[in-house]
Structures are given as structure tokens and as C-alpha cells.
């Protein structure tokens, strides 16, 4: 599996986080952590989401393009309501992933648990490893000199 990556992002959340910017925004996401493996005979993405409500994630495929996006808002909270301290970053996270073509992009399940989003993609048929059989001729043939 093929991970788009851009060397510049981890500066750019730092930058952030040092200077107190917000968060992403619709056309500069922010990035969202991700660990990804192989389990049998499919891979799994986990994508750190906590406080984001499953109905703001947006998940979509194009050809081998995994796109998630999703959106922390902020809390309601009453009028008289002081904020003392505020470090959660909200805004709009985003994370793009090129699959591999041995992926069955047809077939990948989602689950939402405890602030994580986990996508589980199947290995294709076709990229399984098989046993080929060595069929035996028909009949034997003998060479006469």
C-alpha cells in the first residue's frame, strides 16, 4: 500500500500548535493521525478522531484514492459559560491514502469506536496467493533414433 505524503505537513501543525493558529479549514486541512497494517487476509487504517460526531466524517474512493474528511465542531456551551483553557483543535481534518490495485475497494467496511475510525479493506482474489497444478500430458511419447 502507497501513502501519499507531504513533508511540509508536520512543520505546518507544529507551526501551529506553537503560534496557537487554528485548526484546519475546508481548504487547508488538517491532518489526522493514522496507523495502518495487515491483519490475515486484509489491511486496516485507523484514523485518531476523537470528539468528532460520525455523521461529520465523509469517506470516499475514486479509483485508488482513499479520501477521509471529516469536521470538529465546537461545543455548544451556555451563555455564561468561561472558557479557562481551549486546546482541542477543531476545524476539518483530512487524510488521503493511494491504494494498491491488490485492494478490493468494493468491499471496505467502516466502524466508528471510542474516537477512532477504523476501515477495513480485503486483499482482491486475484492478488491472494495460489497454488498452480502441473497438469500431465495426455500421453507419453517416445524418442527412437
Same mark, same amino acid.
Given at each position: 500500500?502507497l501513502m501519499?505524503?507531504d #513533508?511540509?505537513?508536520?512543520?505546518?501543525?507544529?507551526t501551529?500548535?506553537f503560534?496557537?493558529?487554528?485548526?484546519g479549514?475546508w481548504s487547508? #486541512? /488538517?491532518?489526522? #493521525?493514522m496507523d495502518?497494517?495487515?491483519?490475515g487476509d486484509e489491511y486496516? =487504517?485507523?484514523l485518531?478522531?476523537?470528539?468528532v460526531?460520525?455523521e461529520?466524517v465523509d =469517506?470516499d474512493?475514486?479509483?485508488?484514492m482513499l479520501?477521509?474528511?471529516?469536521?470538529?465542531?465546537?461545543q *455548544?456551551?451556555?451563555?455564561?459559560?468561561?472558557v479557562?483553557l /481551549?486546546e482541542?483543535p477543531l476545524?476539518?481534518?483530512s487524510?488521503q491514502?493511494?491504494?494498491a490495485? *491488490?485492494l478490493d475497494t468494493?468491499?471496505?467496511?467502516?466502524?466508528?469506536?471510542a474516537?477512532?475510525l *477504523?476501515?477495513r479493506i480485503p486483499?482482491?482474489?486475484?492478488?491472494? #496467493?495460489?497454488?498452480?497444478?502441473?497438469?500431465?500430458?495426455?500421453g507419453?511419447k517416445?524418442?527412437?533414433?
Open positions: 500500500m501519499r505524503t #513533508p511540509f505537513r508536520e512543520l505546518d501543525r507544529l501551529q500548535q503560534f496557537g493558529h487554528p485548526s479549514t487547508r #486541512p /488538517s491532518p489526522m #493521525p495502518a497494517y495487515r491483519e486496516v =487504517i485507523a485518531d478522531l476523537p470528539g460526531d460520525p461529520a =469517506i474512493v475514486e479509483r485508488n479520501t477521509v474528511k471529516a469536521e470538529r465542531r465546537p *455548544t456551551r451556555s451563555d455564561d459559560a468561561q479557562e /481551549s482541542r476545524g476539518v481534518f487524510r491514502v493511494v491504494l490495485d *491488490t468494493e468491499h471496505i467496511e467502516a466502524d466508528y469506536d474516537g477512532v *477504523t476501515l486483499i482482491a482474489e486475484r492478488a491472494k #496467493p495460489r497454488k498452480i497444478s502441473i497438469g500431465a500430458s495426455p507419453r517416445e524418442i527412437r533414433g
